[in-house]
C-alpha cells in the first residue's frame, strides 16, 4: 500500500473546512467537517489537538512522549498522519 | 440513547425558486407563523446542550430570513459546525461578508441544470446567472465550493454537462443527489423518475469523470432508492441521530416525517428540546425494532437498514410500519418496480407526458384543498 510520507520536519495543521473540538456528550474529540463528523479515539485526538501548523512532527512526536511518559512514538504518530493527510484531516505546511 | 447530532433547522418555507421536486411539504401555505429569532436561539442552546454539533439551515430559501447572520453567529459561538444549504438566491457580497464574520463553516449551493433554460425552467424562475455569480463568491470568501444538483427524468442526461459545468466553477466537491420522493417530489414523481438505463449512463459517465478528475474534485453520486433491492437505513432509524425543527417549531425526526399519520410531533413553543428528543411519544413510536412488522421484524438486515424509510413505507402502502417497498423482500416491491417500468415507458415516449406541478404558494394551497 501507498502511504503519503510525513517528514519529521512538516508542521501538521487539521485540514481546510475542517474543525478539531472536544465534546464533552461523546467524551471525545470529533472532527467536523462539511455534512460529516468523525469521533476520534483517545490517541488520534490527542495527535490532532497538537497539530496547530507551527510545531513540526518531530516536536509533537516528543510532547507526546514526554506528556504519556512513552518512548518511540514516531512510527504511531507518522502512520496516523499519514492516514489523515488522506482523508484531508491534516494538511502538512513546510 | 444517542445525542441528536445533526439538527436541522428549517428556518422558513419561503423560497424565491418553486422547483418541482422540492421535498417540503406540498401543504406548506398551511404554515403561518415562522419562529422568531430568539426562539430559533433557544432551539440551538437547548439542541447542543443536548450534544447537537453539526447543524443545517436550510428551508425553503434560508436567505429569505434577514436574521441569517444572527442565528449563524450564535450557532457558531456554541460551538455548533455550521451548514448553510441555499439555491444562492440573496446571496450578495454584503451577506457572504457577514456570514464569514459571524463564523458560518460552509456552504452548499444548488444548480437545477447544466444549462441555463433547463435550471431556470425546473425552478420557474431565472436564476442560473445569478447562481453562476454566488459560485464565485463562495470561492472568493475561500469556502470549499460544494455544489449539489438534483437529478430526475429531465436532466439526468445532461449529467456530463453538469459535471463539466461544476469543474468549470472549480468546485471542491459535487453532489448528484437524485431525488429523493417525497412532498412536491412525490407528487411529480410520475414526470421525475428516471428510467434504468439513465441512471446506469449517468451513473457510468460519473466514473469516467472520477478517474479524470483524480483528487481535484470529490463526486458523489446518490443512487435513487427505487433502484436498489435494500432499503436505505434512512435518518440511521427514526429518532437516532436527527432532529428536525420545521418553520413553525414542530419538531420532527426527519424533515419529511410531518406527513407521518397518528403521531403527535411536538412543537418547540409547548415543549424543551430535551424532553422532545428523550421521552415525547412521538419520538420514540419509531426507536427499537417493536413497531415492526414482518418481513422486518424476523429479518437479520433489521439492525442494518430498521426497514427502511417510514414516510416511503407510509405514501406507497398507506402504513408507515411496514417495510420500505424498495426492499425485495416487501410484499409490496411491485410499486416499485411498477413505478420504475413506467419511467422507462414514459422515456420512451409510450404514455402521456405528465404534467409538472411547481412548488409555490397556490399550488400549495390547490393541492392540500386550503381555501385560506
Known amino acids: ?94 | 440513547m444517542n445525542p441528536p447530532l445533526w439538527l436541522l433547522l428549517e428556518l422558513t418555507y419561503r423560497c424565491p425558486l418553486h422547483c418541482a421536486f422540492c421535498y417540503n411539504p406540498t401543504d406548506f401555505a398551511r404554515t403561518e407563523q415562522e419562529l422568531s429569532t430568539d426562539e430559533w436561539i433557544s432551539v440551538l442552546r437547548q439542541a447542543r446542550k443536548l450534544g447537537a454539533v453539526q447543524l443545517g439551515l436550510s428551508g425553503g430559501e434560508p436567505l429569505s430570513r434577514d436574521d441569517l447572520e444572527l442565528i449563524v453567529g450564535e450557532a457558531h459561538s456554541l460551538g455548533f459546525y455550521t451548514n448553510l444549504v441555499t439555491s444562492g438566491v440573496g446571496l450578495n457580497e454584503k451577506r457572504i461578508g457577514a456570514l464569514k464574520q459571524a463564523g458560518l463553516d460552509h456552504i452548499q449551493l444548488s444548480f437545477q441544470d447544466s444549462t441555463r433554460e433547463l435550471n431556470d425552467f425546473l425552478s420557474s424562475t431565472r436564476t442560473f446567472d445569478l447562481k453562476s455569480k454566488v459560485a464565485a463568491l463562495i470561492k472568493q470568501h475561500d469556502y470549499p465550493m460544494v455544489l449539489n444538483v438534483v437529478l430526475h427524468r429531465m436532466n439526468i442526461d445532461h449529467v456530463e454537462q453538469i459535471l463539466d459545468m461544476a469543474e468549470r466553477l472549480g468546485a471542491d466537491y459535487l453532489e448528484l443527489a437524485n431525488t429523493q420522493y417525497y412532498g412536491w417530489a412525490w407528487h411529480n414523481r410520475e414526470a421525475l423518475l428516471p428510467s434504468r438505463e439513465q441512471v446506469e449512463r449517468a451513473e457510468a459517465a460519473t466514473e469516467r469523470f472520477r478517474q479524470k478528475m483524480g483528487d481535484r474534485m470529490r463526486v458523489y453520486f446518490v443512487v435513487p432508492d427505487y433502484f436498489e433491492s435494500r432499503p436505505k437505513p434512512c435518518m440511521n432509524g427514526l429518532g437516532s441521530v436527527f432532529l428536525t425543527i420545521s418553520p413553525d417549531g414542530t419538531a420532527l425526526p426527519c424533515h419529511a416525517a410531518k406527513m407521518l399519520p397518528g403521531l403527535d410531533f411536538p412543537n418547540v413553543k409547548d415543549a424543551p428540546v430535551e424532553w422532545i428528543w428523550r421521552d415525547s411519544p412521538a419520538f420514540n413510536h419509531f426507536r427499537g425494532y417493536e413497531w415492526m412488522k414482518e418481513p422486518c421484524r424476523s429479518c437479520p438486515e433489521k439492525t442494518k437498514d430498521f426497514g427502511g424509510c417510514r414516510c416511503q413505507a407510509y405514501l406507497m402502502t398507506g402504513d408507515a410500519a411496514n417495510a420500505d417497498p424498495v426492499c425485495d423482500l416487501s410484499p409490496h416491491h411491485h410499486l416499485v418496480t411498477e413505478a420504475v417500468a413506467r419511467a422507462g415507458r414514459a422515456q420512451q415516449g409510450v404514455v402521456e407526458k405528465p404534467v409538472l406541478i411547481f412548488r409555490d404558494a397556490r399550488n400549495s394551497r390547490t393541492i392540500s384543498g386550503c381555501t385560506g
Request: proline share 5%; net charge negative.
Open chain 1, 1 to 94: 500500500m501507498n502511504t503519503t510520507p510525513v517528514p519529521l520536519t512538516a508542521k501538521p495543521a487539521v485540514g481546510r473546512g475542517f474543525r478539531l473540538q472536544w465534546e464533552p456528550a461523546q467524551n471525545a474529540h470529533v472532527l467536523l467537517y462539511p455534512e460529516g463528523m468523525v469521533k476520534l479515539n483517545g490517541s488520534a485526538g490527542e495527535i490532532l489537538k497538537r497539530c496547530d501548523g507551527t510545531r513540526s512532527v518531530s516536536a509533537i512526536v516528543e510532547d507526546l512522549e514526554q506528556a504519556f511518559d512513552t518512548r518511540d512514538l514516531t512510527r504511531d504518530v507518522t502512520d496516523f498522519m499519514s492516514f489523515a493527510v488522506e482523508r484531508k484531516w491534516l494538511e502538512l505546511r513546510e
